[in-house]
């Protein structure tokens, strides 16, 4: 063998081992693209699962907090109706009082000026002796 041929045999065996790494190197590239993917899918899938999970979960919260609030407005408007009911009652009873026992309204009225009157310069006396 000569020393062209040895060197040509060299070369030609370095260049299958090149080739064979960079066919090992597509493959395990091809590999790796491969599993990535699949990787990326099964997240995914896993995405929608949860979110297909949750979507049901935000509309049912919505659902009972449109309820609540439904229910106090209601329940408001129910008390302020029942509240002006009960004033009105009220009005009434001490204007038929009056109406019908109007002496006895004037010496109550007088009475409760007198005890208004009474707390308020006592309050006065006692805030300027502190």
């Known amino acids: 063998m000569t020393i062209q041929t040895t060197t040509q045999k060299a070369a030609e065996t370095a260049h299958n ?3 064979g790494v960079f066919d090992k190197a597509s493959e395990t590239l091809q590999s790796t693209r491969r599993m990535t993917n699949e990787s990326i899918d099964k997240a995914e899938t ?3 699962r949860m979110q297909e999970g949750v979507d049901p ?16 407005i209601s ?13 009105h009652q009220a009005a009434d009873a001490t ?10 309204s004037l010496l109550i009225a ?11 310069m006592w309050t006065r006396h ?3 002796r502190y």
Do not use: W
């Open 57 to 72: 979960m935000i509309d049912d919260l919505a659902a009972k907090a449109q309820d609540l609030a439904t229910r106090g």
């Open 110 to 120: 007088a009475a409760a000026g007198a005890a208004f009157a009474t707390a308020l």
């Open 95 to 104: 204007n038929r009082y009056v109406t019908e026992q109007p002496g006895k």
């Open 75 to 87: 329940y408001c408007a129910h008390t302020g109706e029942r509240a002006r009911r009960q004033f």
């Open 17 to 19: 081992v090149a080739e």
């Open 46 to 48: 896993r995405m929608q």
């Open 126 to 128: 006692r805030s300027e």
